[in-house]
C-alpha cells in the first residue's frame, strides 16, 4: 500500500529516465522534446509516446535547458507526478508473504542527490526490497535523484520514517537482523552472514552512521582499506556492501 503523502509535480530529464518511468506506469504530465530529435533511444521513447497516448510539445533546446536547470537532458524534460513512498510495515509484510529473503537498505541522513541516485540503482540491480530514508534530513527524490538512479527510482520501492531508530525497531521486530557499514568496529564485512533476513544501514557522507543508530543494530561491519585515504565513498561503499549480499545468497 503506497502512503499518498508525495510532493508537488517535479520534472525528470534524460531519455532513458523518461522511458523507465513511462514503462513502471509513472504519471506523465507532459513530455518537452527538441526538435529535430534523433537516434534509436529518442525512437524507443516516440513509440512509448504513442502507445501511451501521451502529451508532448516540440520546443527549443533553451527551454530544455531552463526545464532542467542546464543538466544533461539529452534533448527530453518530462513533468510527472513524483515518486510515491511506501509503507514500511507494509512492504514489509509483503515481502515476507512472497516468501522473499529480505534485504533492505536504511539511508541515515544520506544528503547528496547523486549519491543517493547512485546508491538507488544499485539497490535496484542487486534485488533491495526497499529503501528507507528519514523525512528529516534527507536527499529528495527530486529530479537530479532520478536521472542519477537511470529511472531506478520507478522501479525499487521507497519508504519514509519519522526516524530511522523506527524502521530499525520495526524490522529488528520482524527478525530481520541488521547492519551498520562503519568503520568504528573490528569486524569485516566478510565475516556477516547476508544469507539471512538482513537490514544494511549505510550513514552520512560526512559523520557516518549516527552514534545512537550504532548502539542499536545487530551487526557492525568495515570494508578493507588497503590505501592511505581513511573511507570510500559512501554510494561505492554500498554497493560493495550490497554485491557481497548477492554473492553470499548466489552461492
Not at 530514508?133 to 529530479?143: D, H
Given at each position: ?8 509535480t ?9 522511458i ?17 530529435l ?23 533546446v533553451?527551454?530544455?535547458d531552463?526545464l ?44 547528496d542527490?547523486?549519491?543517493f ?12 526490497n526497499?529503501?528507507i ?11 537530479e535523484?532520478?536521472?542519477?538512479s ?7 520501492p ?10 530499525l ?25 547476508f544469507?539471512q533476513p ?8 560526512h559523520?557516518?552512521?549516527n ?5 542499536m ?6 570494508l ?15 554497493g ?12
Open positions: 500500500m503506497n502512503d499518498n503523502n508525495t510532493t508537488e517535479t520534472n525528470i530529464f534524460g531519455i532513458r529516465a523518461i523507465e518511468a513511462i514503462e513502471s506506469g509513472s504519471t506523465i504530465n507532459k513530455i518537452y522534446l527538441q526538435k529535430g534523433r537516434g534509436s533511444l529518442f525512437y524507443e521513447l516516440d513509440k512509448l509516446i504513442k502507445s501511451n497516448k501521451l502529451t508532448t510539445s516540440m520546443v527549443p533553451e527551454k530544455l531552463r532542467s536547470k542546464r543538466s544533461n537532458h539529452q534533448g527530453a524534460v518530462a513533468q510527472i507526478s513524483p515518486v510515491e513512498f511506501y509503507d514500511l510495515e507494509t512492504l514489509i509484510e509483503k515481502t515476507i508473504d512472497d516468501k522473499k529473503t529480505p534485504l533492505f537498505l536504511l539511508l541515515d541522513q544520506l544528503s542527490v547523486r549519491n541516485g547512485a546508491i538507488i540503482r544499485t539497490a535496484e540491480c542487486t534485488g533491495v526497499g529503501i530514508i528519514q523525512k528529516n534530513g534527507s536527499a529528495p527524490v527530486n529530479a535523484t532520478i536521472k542519477t537511470a529511472g531506478a527510482a520507478f522501479k525499487i521507497i519508504c519514509k520514517v519519522d526516524h530511522i531508530k523506527d524502521a525497531f520495526l524490522l529488528q521486530a520482524s527478525e530481520i537482523k541488521t547492519v551498520a557499514a562503519t568503520e568504528k568496529t573490528e569486524d569485516s564485512i566478510f565475516d556477516i552472514d544469507k538482513i537490514a544494511i544501514v549505510m550513514g552520512s557522507e559523520r557516518g552512521v552514534p545512537s543508530i550504532l548502539k543494530v545487530d551487526f557492525k561491519a568495515k578493507p582499506l588497503l590505501g592511505e585515504i581513511a573511507s570510500l565513498n559512501v554510494s561505492v561503499a554500498c560493495a556492501f550490497l554485491y557481497e549480499t548477492v554473492r553470499q545468497r548466489m552461492s
